[in-house]
């Protein structure tokens, strides 16, 4: 059997697979840190507001599913291009 190995050469690949992984380790950021801020509101009983303590506790299921769906997909880009921030 022999070894496949993906050709990523094409013109613009590099490109294409660094700006996919800006954008995906942004919006994994983003929703992490704003899954941590709901936390707190929640953690603080909304600082004394009932609406922001009502609206914390709808959106944690959905900031919840949502670093987890954009862990998923880092992983498995990660897994099939490598993870490229352009930073090294």
């Given at each position: 059997?022999?070894?496949?190995?993906?050709?990523?050469?094409?013109?613009?690949?590099?490109?294409?697979?660094?700006?996919?992984?800006?954008?995906?380790?942004?919006?994994?950021?983003?929703?992490?840190?704003?899954?941590?801020?709901?936390?707190?509101?929640?953690?603080?009983?909304?600082?004394?507001?009932?609406?922001?303590?009502q609206?914390?506790?709808?959106?944690?299921?959905w900031?919840?599913?949502?670093?987890?769906?954009?862990?998923?997909?880092?992983?498995?880009?990660?897994?099939?291009?490598?993870?490229?921030?352009?930073?090294?």
């Open positions: 059997m022999p070894d496949i190995e993906p050709d990523f050469s094409a013109p613009g690949s590099s490109a294409i697979i660094q700006v996919v992984s800006w954008f995906l380790g942004l919006g994994l950021l983003i929703t992490f840190l704003a899954l941590i801020a709901v936390a707190v509101t929640l953690a603080f009983k909304g600082f004394g507001n009932q609406n922001l303590q609206g914390a506790s709808k959106s944690v299921m900031l919840a599913l949502g670093v987890a769906a954009l862990g998923s997909a880092s992983g498995i880009w990660q897994f099939l291009v490598g993870f490229d921030l352009g930073i090294a």
